[in-house]
């Protein structure tokens, strides 16, 4: 068995895939319309869903918000320079919500940043 992909509930899926794609750096792996469930669904990542875990981000067409609720946490990527990966984030008009720095209790250097729907993603210095 393996982890095959997270899926998250996007208000705009252009404006998710915009930060996913050129703030994040992944790719758009595929992309599919389902008109009869007047809904959309677009994977993304870092690599091919063969062999790695991906986003699936679902745009229902007649909901433009979501309430996040308080069980969401976050998710997880793995950077070489977690400085660099926040200016750029920055740079390309992404949120940092959180600067790099230990976590709290630890000495793991984490940073957060928020896509447009409020999720948040952690990096993790490797």
């Known amino acids: ?7 998250l509930r996007v208000a ?6 915009a930060f996913y794609t050129d703030v994040l750096g992944m790719r758009l792996l595929r992309r599919q319309d ?3 469930g007047r809904f959309t669904l677009a994977f993304v990542g ?7 875990t ?16 308080t069980a969401y946490g976050h998710i997880a990527i793995e950077t070489a320079d977690i400085v660099a ?20 209790h ?9 896509d447009p729907d409020g999720y948040k993603i952690e990096f993790i210095q490797r």
């Open 1 to 7: 068995m393996r982890l095959l992909h997270t899926m």
């Open 54 to 69: 991906v986003l699936e981000l679902t745009h229902n067409w007649d909901t433009d918000h979501y309430e996040l609720g």
């Open 85 to 104: 990966t926040c200016d750029a984030v920055r740079a390309r008009g992404g949120k940092v919500v959180r600067e790099p720095g230990p976590m709290k």
């Open 46 to 52: 870092y690599g091919d869903e063969a062999d790695h």
């Open 34 to 36: 389902y008109p009869e």
């Open 12 to 17: 705009s899926l252009d404006r998710s895939l």
């Open 106 to 114: 630890g000495t793991t250097v984490i940073a957060f940043v928020e």
